[in-house]
Nanobody, 124 residues
Framework: QVLLVESGGGLVQTGDSLSLSCTASGRTFSNYAMGWFRQAPGKKREFVAAISWGGGNTNYADSVKGRFTISRDNAKNTVHLQMNSLKPEDTAVYLC?????????????????WGQGTQVTVSS
C-alpha cells in the first residue's frame, strides 16, 4: 500500500506559477514511477507528467510541455510539479499516482495508487 498526499494547489492568475508536491508513505517510494494527472469539471481525467523511478526519464503531455516540470526527491519520498505560465485551461484537480512498473509512462491504467487531489484554479 502506498499513501499519497498532494499539496500546493490554489487560486492564481493567468501567467502565474505554482508548485505542487506529493508525499508518499508506505512501500518503498523509489521503486515506483510517479505521475501527475488532472481532471477538470465535466471532463475525463488526463495525463499531465510522469517521472521514472530513478528520475532519469520524464514524460509530458503536449499541452504542458515547456511549461511544467516534474521532479522527485527519493530521499524525501516526494514528487513535485512546477507549473509555469499557467492558463485558465489548466484549471483542474491535480492528482498524483504511483506506478509499480517504474518507467514513467502516460497510461493511466499502469498507476496503482492515487492521491485525493489538490485543486488548481487559474483565473483569466
Amino acid at each position: 500500500q502506498v499513501l499519497l498526499v498532494e499539496s500546493g494547489g490554489g487560486l492564481v492568475q493567468t501567467g502565474d506559477s505554482l508548485s505542487l508536491s506529493c508525499t508518499a508513505s508506505g512501500r518503498t517510494f523509489s521503486n515506483y514511477a510517479m505521475g501527475w494527472f488532472r481532471q477538470a469539471p465535466g471532463k475525463k481525467r488526463e495525463f499531465v507528467a510522469a517521472i521514472s523511478w530513478g528520475g532519469g526519464n520524464t514524460n509530458y503531455a503536449d499541452s504542458v510541455k515547456g511549461r511544467f516540470t516534474i521532479s522527485r526527491d527519493n530521499a524525501k519520498n516526494t514528487v513535485h510539479l512546477q507549473m509555469n505560465s499557467l492558463k485558465p485551461e489548466d484549471t483542474a484537480v491535480y492528482l498524483c499516482a504511483a506506478d509499480k512498473y517504474g518507467l514513467g509512462y502516460s497510461q493511466e491504467t499502469l498507476y496503482e495508487y492515487w492521491g485525493q487531489g489538490t485543486q488548481v484554479t487559474v483565473s483569466s
